[in-house]
Antibody, heavy 119, light 107 residues
């Protein structure tokens, strides 16, 4: 059974940093592109990062480029998202998600971790 | 960036009736289009990929169609458990984008 479990969310001040983790099981982690998608309170879904199975390729939308960094440790089957220079508008539930091999949609999602940026 | 626009924002449908949701892309995405269902307090769930292929375990009343820039998600006979927000997503490139969502409610 595929499982994704996020952690690391919490309350952080504007300008601060946070690192999210996503521990996975039930599939060959290193074979799959992974991503992060966020959802601000009462709002829709926004894709924020993707990383290839090897970790060698990453992509981000302009809204987070230069502030967020995705990485992975395939030996630990864990995905990470480093959030820097956080702003109030980064407040959201952050979901990690798995992509099927060779494709860019997401077939499995975690339950999410809440990041709140506030002073 | 490819912009995805969904309509309507809210759809009210009687139980057992058909629900038709639309998604329009600002440029062609071929059939690189997925649909997700999100119930309150839950993570999104994949319904459709490749514009028309139903994901594993999804009831047969859900179907997708379209290509290029115009796509449709159809729920053939709405059930109470289908109350949710539905999102489309293009994945023609690494720069994936979602639509703003359509909320389906019971009339």
């Amino acid at each position: 059974e595929v499982q994704l479990l996020e952690s690391g969310g919490g309350l952080v001040q504007p300008g601060g940093s946070l690192r999210l983790s996503c521990a996975v099981s039930g599939f060959t982690f290193s074979s799959h592109t992974m991503g992060w998608v966020r959802q601000a309170p009462g709002k829709g879904l926004e894709w924020v990062s993707a990383i290839s199975g090897s970790g060698g390729d990453t992509s981000y939308p302009d809204s987070v480029k230069g502030r967020f960094t995705s990485s992975r440790d395939n030996s630990k089957s864990t995905l990470y998202l480093q959030l820097n220079s956080l702003r109030a508008e980064d407040t959201a539930i952050y979901y990690c998600a798995k992509a099927p091999m060779g494709n860019y949609y997401f077939d499995y999602w975690g339950q999410g971790t809440l990041v709140t940026v506030s002073s | 960036e490819i912009v995805m626009t969904q309509s309507p924002a809210t759809l009210s449908v009687s139980p057992g009736e058909r629900a038709t949701l639309s998604c329009t892309a600002s440029q062609s995405v071929s059939t690189k289009l997925a649909w997700y269902q999100q119930k309150p307090g839950q993570a999104p769930r994949l319904l459709i990929y490749g514009a028309s292929t139903t994901a594993t375990g999804i009831p047969a009343r859900f179907s997708g169609s379209g290509s290029g820039t115009e796509f449709t998600l159809t729920i053939s006979s709405l059930q109470s458990e289908d109350i949710a927000v539905y999102y489309c997503q293009q994945y023609t490139t690494w720069l994936r984008t979602f639509g703003q969502g359509t909320k389906v409610e019971i009339k």
